[in-house]
């Protein structure tokens, strides 16, 4: 029991007393004056308040006493609940973080997901992208024209970050270009024939060239049946590559790694290892000169077979091949849209989509780039060269004639990849021995001259005008040229024309034009 307690049952009787004292002074004092009752009226009261206030201040002082107690008692924390309670804390802050960033912690993780899907994709040879339906002819005045070679260009590519070009010509030049500026940013010269053992570099037609796709090394092929190995960065020579009998007619780096895959008119694909400096073995099987080569991430290649008529793909860790027939001409150009599919073109004029999982084309367009001739002697115009913008539904050709109505056509890809609808075509004149699209899509790269690249045709185009659609830059001389056109978002801004190039031009970033963008 509280002493509280007690103190309220000792006031009881003196609380009485003094009750029953004030009642008999009532009593008594009735003759009294008023002034005395009021007194001792007046002593009861402040002594009665007095102990009611003492009561209330022990009363409280006592219980905020067992309360305090009782509370320290209840939140006295042991070691775990301290953790606990810590943990609970930072979680709340990470929570509020979190809550915060919601927007952009959504955004990433859809773009971490979709690229992860992407990739999945890609590796299985099913990413198509559908780009085709929202591009359009560009103008005539958005064609950048580069000279500098002196004899007709028979191959090109693009690095990684589409910043510059490389083109290599019949001339054994090999030649850096600049985009944006379109400038020469170096040049290797070819050498005469007959002088490859004292000069660095070509003595003889380049037919052929492939980039790292880390940007690190250049590969270029030749006539002498040479492969040399430069720094891309600095066109540094660092490795001769020899074995071949014949023409090198075709190069291609695996995805993701420096193994370099080269192919010959001796009819044989070779596997080489740039980083030791390497031959790694030879792979045989088509019965004529193999005319193109291509490859991506995966351990395998394909290859064009020429007059054979055949599409070959290899599986070099297998060590076997797959046979594949279609073009009823010869098949000189081909690459690869995805892991799983390709596109090929062939002197019959015809451009096919195959799928590695049937042996017959999903889809050929006969004489694709139309005819020429004579009435009753007409000819297919002959494909020579084809590009495709990876896992997109969007191809190019290229045709080479003795006329000045030669094309390069842009095809959209059907559901699938059966199927090719043309897009729109760009007249130009020559030949188009190569193309490329650049890594983004946002131009395509065509080498033009003269003559074919490896044929020696007996007409020569004195008056070419070096005009091409979708690319966005050009190379040329007086016997050839690499043109890009593309289509701009923007307005044309400016024009300028000086000795080495012709550049049309938007001040906004290059890429192809969308139905209904505006600006």
């Known amino acids: 029991m509280s002493s509280s307690f007690f103190i309220k049952k000792k006031e009881n009787p003196k609380f009485a007393k003094k009750e029953k004292n004030t009642a008999l002074l009532k009593r008594k004092g009735d003759g009294d004056s008023a002034g005395k009752s009021k007194v001792r009226a007046k002593k009861p009261n402040s002594k009665y308040n007095e102990e009611i206030s003492s009561d209330s201040e022990t009363e409280s002082s006592t219980v905020p006493k067992k ?139 380049i037919l052929c060239m492939a980039i790292s796709s880390d940007g690190k090394y250049l590969a270029t092929g030749d006539m002498n049946k040479l492969i040399m190995i430069w720094e891309a960065e600095t066109c540094k020579h660092l490795y001769r590559f020899t074995g071949h009998k014949g023409p090198v007619s075709g190069l291609s780096f695996r995805k993701g790694t420096h193994d370099l895959y080269s192919a010959s008119h001796d009819r044989s694909v070779k596997v080489w290892n740039v980083d030791e400096n390497a031959y790694v073995e030879t792979l045989f099987g088509h019965q004529d000169a193999i005319t193109g080569l291509d490859s991506l991430s995966r351990e395998c290649c394909v290859t064009a077979g020429g007059r054979d008529r055949t599409v070959r793909v290899w599986k070099i860790a297998e060590e076997s091949q797959l046979v594949f027939h279609g073009h009823e001409g010869s098949i000189d150009c081909i690459q690869l849209i995805n892991e799983e599919h390709i596109i ?141 056109l593309n289509g701009q978002v923007g307005p044309m801004v400016e024009t300028k024309r000086s000795q080495e190039w012709d550049l049309c031009y938007s001040s906004e970033k290059e890429t192809f034009k969308s139905r209904g963008s505006q600006d």
């Open 344 to 484: 090929t073109g062939a002197d019959d004029g015809s451009v096919s989509l195959w799928s590695v999982n049937k042996k017959k084309p999903l889809s050929t367009v006969k004489q694709a780039h139309g005819f020429h001739g004579d009435t009753g002697l007409e000819q297919p115009h002959w494909v020579s060269s084809v590009a495709a913008l990876q896992n997109s539904d969007t191809v190019a050709s290229g045709a080479s004639s003795c006329s000045q109505n030669s094309l390069v056509n842009v095809w959209k890809c059907g559901q699938n990849y059966r199927g090719m609808e043309p897009l729109f075509s760009v007249p130009v004149s020559g030949f188009v021995n190569s193309l490329k699209f650049s890594s983004s899509g946002q131009f395509l790269v065509a080498g033009v001259g003269q003559e074919h690249s490896t044929e020696t045709v007996n007409c020569r185009l004195e008056e070419t005008r070096y005009s091409l659609a979708l690319c966005a830059v050009a190379v040329s001389s007086c016997n050839a040229e690499l043109v890009c």
């Open 67 to 205: 309360r305090q107690s009782k509370d320290d008692y209840e939140y006295e924390e042991t070691p775990q609940e301290k953790k606990l309670r810590l943990a609970k804390l930072y979680l709340e802050q990470l929570k509020e973080e979190e809550e915060n960033k919601a927007e952009e912690d959504c955004f990433e993780t859809d773009l971490i997901a979709g690229r992860l899907q992407e990739e999945v994709l890609e590796q299985k040879g099913k990413l198509q992208r559908l780009i085709a339906k929202d591009l359009i002819p560009p103008d005539p005045s958005e064609i950048r024209v580069f000279r500098g070679h002196k004899l007709p260009i028979t191959c090109l590519v693009i690095t990684p970050d589409d910043k510059c070009i490389f083109s290599a010509a019949k001339d054994c030049s090999i030649i850096k270009w600049h985009v944006e500026s379109g400038k020469k940013l170096h040049t290797i010269p070819g050498g005469r024939k007959g002088t490859g053992d004292r000069h660095v570099g070509h003595t003889a037609h």
